[in-house]
């Protein structure tokens, strides 16, 4: 968990990065859904619900595909959300249950 506090904290801190990219629209997409499943985990008692691991995991593919093609500027940004995406769904995994 602290981790993904920490790691969430330096990607809200760190902004947008200036590139240029066919895919631009659609990365900016996967960090809204995936900052949204940040905000969710972290102000939910309950972790992610089945809809929103079914979303990281999409989010997830969506972002190993279009990584390797990303410009190096944006690289680092975008990985970051890759972690962060991949951090909450091993904690949702290894969350105990009710």
């Known amino acids: 968990m602290n981790d993904i506090v ?6 809200r801190d760190a902004g947008w990065p200036k590139f240029s990219d066919p895919n631009e629209g659609e990365l900016m997409t996967l960090d809204t859904v995936v900052s949204g499943c940040v905000t969710y985990y972290l ?16 989010c997830l593919a969506d972002l190993d595909g279009l990584l390797p093609e990303l410009a190096e500027e944006a690289g680092e940004y975008f990985t970051r959300l890759r972690t962060l995406a991949t951090l909450l769904l091993a904690a949702h995994q290894h969350r105990p249950g009710p």
Do not use: A, K, M, T
């Not at 920490?6 to 990607?11: A, G, M, P, Y």
């Not at 089945?50 to 979303?55: A, C, D, N, S």
């Open 6 to 11: 920490s790691l969430w904290q330096v990607h």
């Open 43 to 58: 102000e939910s008692e309950e972790g992610l619900d089945p809809q929103r691991v079914e979303i990281l995991e999409s």
